[in-house]
């Protein structure tokens, strides 16, 4: 079950609920039949609880939303993307620890 502090992206709500938006926002780039995605979904929802209060988290089902999967070149997934006033500022590929995603979250504050 996810976290209720995750919203769900799709091609048609993405640029106003993330580049658009006034605070950070994390981008989970997933799909259902990816192993390493259901892995990593309990750290993010942990990731958007911990940080409700100052940034948005989203997650972005690339089977069913090929047009922003395709503009941000998401290539393999899981793919995290955090964007800061509409641009991207940090990428991570694959499988990631909590602990790398914190230390992108505090360098960009």
């Known amino acids: 079950m996810a976290s209720?502090?995750?919203?769900?992206?799709t091609d048609s709500n993405f640029d106003a609920e993330v580049l658009g938006a006034s605070e950070p926002v994390l981008v989970d780039f997933w799909a259902e039949w990816c192993m390493p995605c259901r892995i990593l979904a309990p750290t993010i929802d942990e990731v958007a609880d911990e940080h409700a209060d100052k940034l948005k988290v989203g997650k972005v089902d690339t089977d069913?939303?090929?047009e922003i999967?395709?503009?941000y070149g998401i290539s393999a997934i899981p793919t995290v993307i955090i964007f800061k006033d509409g641009e991207v500022a940090k990428k991570f590929v694959g499988l990631t620890k909590?602990?790398?995603?914190?230390?992108?979250l505090t360098e960009l504050a």
């Open 98 to 104: 909590k602990e790398d995603i914190e230390a992108a």
């Open 4 to 9: 209720a502090n995750v919203k769900e992206f």
């Open 64 to 66: 069913a939303n090929r």
């Open 69 to 71: 999967s395709v503009k």
